[in-house]
Nanobody
Framework: QLQLVESGGGLVQPGGSLRLSCAASGFNLDSRAIAWFRQAPGKEREEVSCISSSGSSTNYADSVKGRFTISRDNAKNTVYLQMDSLKPEDTAIYYC??????????????????????WGQGTQVTVSS
């Protein structure tokens, strides 16, 4: 069974940091582009960041550029989202998603939810003093 599991969320003060993890079971992440999305209460889901399957390319939403860093450790079958200088507006449920793999998004990635096939259940991030 293909499964993505997010972890690392929690409560943090403004200006603090968290590192989210996206671990896969049932398939290898090294052939998949991975993206992070988030959804705050009462708001639409929005894109955060993505990384190509090769790891050579990343993209970030303007709202997180310079503060968040996406990376992957294929040996651990895990993708990370390092979040620094967190703001209250970063509060949301964060989801990771994997694309179909193969020849898709090897050296680039797109921040579009419809391009991703497998989704995790999400992890809550709350930024508050």
């Amino acid at each position: 069974q293909l499964q993505l599991v997010e972890s690392g969320g929690g409560l943090v003060q403004p200006g603090g940091s968290l590192r989210l993890s996206c671990a896969a079971s049932g398939f290898n992440l090294d052939s998949r582009a991975i993206a992070w999305f988030r959804q705050a209460p009462g708001k639409e889901r929005e894109e955060v960041s993505c990384i190509s399957s090769s790891g050579s390319s990343t993209n970030y939403a303007d709202s997180v550029k310079g503060r968040f860093t996406i990376s992957r450790d294929n040996a651990k079958n895990t993708v990370y989202l390092q979040m620094d200088s967190l703001k209250p507006e970063d509060t949301a449920i964060y989801y990771c998603a994997a694309n179909q793999g193969g020849f898709h998004m090897i050296n680039f990635c797109v921040l579009r939810a419809t391009s991703y096939r497998n989704w995790g259940q999400g992890t809550q991030v709350t930024v508050s003093s």
